[in-house]
């Protein structure tokens, strides 16, 4: 069981650039969470599928930020149009099933927007 | 709404020595509770969950969790740290039946020689 993949590791973009960020959860997982860390806000929920469907993104910023799960195996984060705000660490989890569940994390993909 | 509280943002201790590390939760219902740790450049790995029943609960390399219902706390806990200890260790809540994590803002650990 490899965990949950995340890529890149890193990616930085300038400024009004899109970033497109990875997440393989681990496999027979069917619920999917995407989170951004940084210092000044700490773990931030922003979105949840589960069987492939989006259930929750009461998380996401409401513009330049959208997440897709196209397959059982992997989801993506998409944020268009970079900024500096937006540099942080991206983590995604998955859980064997949405609600008691455990989540178990990825390493995360630290985006730097310059 | 639910919240969690680690009122230390940084704890340094000796290696040998015991170890607690503080967590208050705000919820009006019986929570699930969580301590994940997270190592430099890495992602949060599951200490020890805490669902039901006994109020102390195991988990990995030695450490314990005790729930308090009457204090709202699940205060952590390790006899003899290591140096390897060493890392930043988050409290986290779900409601009943939910999904979505409430994480605290983590506390800092520094195992000192």
């Known amino acids: 069981n490899a965990g949950v993949i995340q890529t890149p590791r890193h990616k930085v973009t300038g400024k009004g650039q899109e970033a497109t960020l990875w997440c393989e959860p681990i496999?027979?997982?069917?619920?999917v969470f995407w989170y951004r860390q940084t210092i000044v806000q700490g773990l931030e929920f922003l979105t949840y599928f589960r069987n492939q469907a989006p259930i929750d993104d009461s998380g996401m910023p409401k513009e330049r930020f959208s997440a897709q799960m196209p397959n059982q195996s992997h989801s993506t984060l998409k944020i268009q149009s970079t900024q500096p705000q937006d540099s942080a660490v991206y983590l995604c989890?998955?859980?064997?099933?949405?609600?008691?569940?455990?989540?178990?994390f990825g390493p995360g993909t630290r985006l730097t927007v310059l | 709404a639910q919240s969690v509280t680690q009122p230390d943002a940084r704890v340094t201790v000796s290696e040998g020595a015991s170890l607690q590390l503080r967590c208050k939760y705000s919820?009006?219902?019986?929570?699930?509770l969580f301590w994940y740790v997270q190592y430099p450049r890495q992602g949060l790995q599951l200490l020890l969950k805490?669902?039901?029943?006994?109020?102390v609960v195991q988990g990995v390399n030695g450490f314990e969790a005790e729930f308090s219902k009457s204090n709202s706390s699940f205060h952590l806990r390790k006899a003899s740290v290591h140096w390897s200890d060493s890392a930043v260790y988050f409290c986290?809540?779900?409601?009943?039946?939910?999904?979505?994590?409430?994480f605290g803002s983590g506390t800092r650990l520094l195992v000192s020689p």
């Open positions: 496999s027979g997982h069917s619920a």
């Open positions: 919820y009006s219902g019986t929570p699930y």
């Open positions: 805490y669902y039901s029943g006994d109020p």
């Open positions: 989890a998955s859980s064997f099933s949405g609600g008691v569940y455990e989540q178990y």
């Open positions: 986290a809540l779900t409601r009943t039946g939910g999904y979505k994590v409430v």
